[in-house]
């Protein structure tokens, strides 16, 4: 079968190979990782428990900081003359998160990012400026091999340099492009200052945006300000990097069940929820062979759709992720994700869809403060105008999040761009208390 | 009657130490000539208003630096420099229903004092219609621009 038919398996065959590849896996981790034996053991399961794909959810949960304990190699399932890649995480919230990758795994990786581009039918025809970053971090190299098994010309720009790449992407007539959703609104507004005609002076037709977290009105503005199909890209390191989801041309975000089993839980309960509930997305990998992963927790809030995709895929969808559970913030008792915020100011005309939330201790109270550029052709000349458009903004903060948020209108270009993963919060509460 | 249309700028600053500074840094190396000015301020920001000798460049000089600006019709009229003549000028447009949204004023060379005059778009023309039936000197846009 070709790659992209894999994603229409008929329902029955894709269920007995998930079957057979979760019995497979769970032998496999109880055997050669000693972490995973105590739990199963600890948790009074054997791998022959596994009879159904219903049977998952009788085992323990791996999470991040399992991960860290067993820094560095502590869960490979192989030994290390196996491995023929090692990717990290940058541990900026503690030790890195340290991953390998066996030949069989790079193969698999391949394929799950073939797959992927396959979303927007990339080949041999296309240019693909690939601006994730290469290195330990896996969206540069991960979209690398993808479009060079697809026989694409890849450019291998990495991240940063951002006028330079514009030129690249101009004199090459780069078609599809590669980078995070908060640098291609950033490579956008530098090309419109330094003069170019986004949609003439570049060959364009659709990008694949992932690695962190983007709203609906993100989205639209990228697709709308290149004039090109917005494709997510979903994945985690600890999974295999991107790779795991992607977007088709209705928007829903495919999970290639083949090779990763996803399920949502009450991240409190840690209980199933039917499919339709929102809740932390889990994973299991079914393939992988130097680190296996058992249910791991991501995170990421999701919901799961079983019903028919308009695509005619047969492979389960997700909904775009809302946040990671790390980038809510409780902000006196109410949860509020960055990606809400940004949905709010995409809505609104005069500003543009960078932000930064600053979160403030006053008294026993939270204070909560959106700062927001106002467009830099600026709408109008009146205070009275641009007060309103600060209240307006309050006030849709409010239906959206339930709580006062306070709004800070500041010149254009004053919030840092970033060049991989926006940091879109300061919470200055630990610093005050 | 557009030679009458004043291209005035108007820079969004935030309330920030020295940002004034900075505008007029920008403006004075880019050899651009300020005619009148006018800063309009909330609590938190301030958006001032500007009448410079080349608003194309200046806006492109602005916004290349980084400043949101944008460029608003005005329109000037030239009164004698002496008790009530900002008063003549208002007098007509209020009898007429004209909004005035904002003015300021500088009294220019020997006895006379430059107005100007925001309305809305759609009262643009009235306006200057009324104060020339009036008798009122209204000033070509072309004279800041020298």
């Known amino acids: 079968m070709s790659l992209k038919e894999k994603d229409f398996m008929p329902k029955e065959e894709l269920r007995a190979l998930q079957l057979k590849r979760l019995q497979e896996t769970v032998e496999r981790a109880y055997h050669l990782v000693p972490f995973y034996r105590k739990k199963f053991d600890e948790a009074g399961v054997k791998p022959s428990d596994i009879r159904s794909l219903e049977d998952l959810k009788k085992l323990p949960f791996t999470t991040k900081q399992d991960l860290r304990n067993h820094y560095p190699f502590g869960l490979f399932a192989v030994p290390m003359d196996r491995v023929v890649r090692i990717h990290s995480s940058s541990g900026t919230t503690g030790k890195p998160t340290v991953v390998g990758y066996t030949r069989h795994d790079m193969a698999v990786w391949t394929e799950v990012m073939a797959r992927t581009l396959l979303m927007a039918d990339v080949s041999e025809k296309d240019i693909v400026h690939n601006a994730y970053g290469y290195g330990l971090f896996t969206g540069g190299l991960g979209f690398h091999y993808g479009a060079e098994a697809l026989g694409a010309a890849v450019v291998p720009a990495s991240g940063g340099f951002t006028k330079r790449q514009l030129m690249l992407m101009k004199d090459f007539g780069a078609t599809i492009l590669c980078c995070t959703p908060s640098f291609a609104l950033h490579l956008a507004e530098v090309a419109k200052e330094e003069g170019y005609d986004l949609k003439k002076d570049f060959k364009l037709r659709a990008g694949f945006f992932g690695a962190e977290p983007a709203s609906p009105g993100l989205r639209k503005a990228v697709a709308e300000s290149w004039g090109i199909q917005y494709v997510e890209a979903y994945g985690l390191s600890e999974i295999i990097g991107p790779g795991v989801a992607a977007s088709c041309e209705y928007g829903s975000l495919h999970v290639f069940e083949d090779h990763f089993i996803p399920e949502v839980i009450d991240p409190e309960t840690g209980e199933v929820l039917p499919d339709g509930e929102e809740g932390e997305l889990v994973i299991t990998t079914l393939t992988k062979q130097a680190l296996p992963m058992i249910r791991y927790r991501t995170k990421d809030i999701t919901v799961i759709h079983r019903e028919p995709c308009k695509c005619g895929r047969t492979i389960v969808w997700i909904e775009s992720i809302k946040g990671r559970a790390d980038d809510m913030l409780i902000v006196n008792g109410v949860n509020v994700f960055p990606s809400q915020v940004e949905h709010v100011i995409t809505k609104v005309e005069g500003v543009t869809p960078n932000y930064v939330i600053v979160v403030d201790k006053k008294g026993v109270l939270d204070k909560l403060e959106v700062w927001v550029e106002v467009d830099e052709k600026m709408l109008t000349d009146g205070v009275g105008t641009l007060e309103r458009l600060q209240k307006k903004l309050e006030e849709e903060l409010l239906n959206h999040l339930y709580i006062n948020a306070k709004v800070k209108l500041v010149e254009p270009k004053t919030l840092e761009r970033s060049m991989g993963k926006a940091k879109r919060i300061v919470d200055r509460r630990e610093l005050s208390s | ?146």
Not at chain 2, 65 to 85: C, H, I, M, Y
Not at chain 2, 102 to 112: N, Q
Request: aromatic letters at 10%; charged letters at 25%.
């Open chain 2, 1 to 146: 009657m557009t030679k009458y249309a004043v291209k005035q700028l108007s820079v969004f600053l935030e309330n920030r130490r020295g940002r004034l500074a900075d505008v007029a840094k920008v403006l004075a190396e880019a050899g651009i000539n300020i005619r009148a000015l006018f800063l309009a301020d909330s609590s938190e920001f301030g958006i001032l208003r500007l009448v410079v000798n080349n608003p194309e460049k200046a806006k492109a000089v602005l916004i290349s630096k980084g400043f949101a600006a944008n460029e608003t019709d005005v329109f000037a009229v030239e009164v004698e420099d002496k008790p009530g003549g900002f008063y003549s000028v208002i007098k007509i447009l209020a009898e007429n229903g004209i909004d005035v949204e904002y003015t300021y004023a500088y009294a220019g060379a020997s006895h006379t004092a430059i107005l100007f005059f925001k309305v809305k778009n759609e009262d643009f023309s009235k306006a200057l219609k009324l104060l020339e039936e009036s008798g009122h000197k209204l000033i070509e846009a072309a004279k800041f621009y020298e």
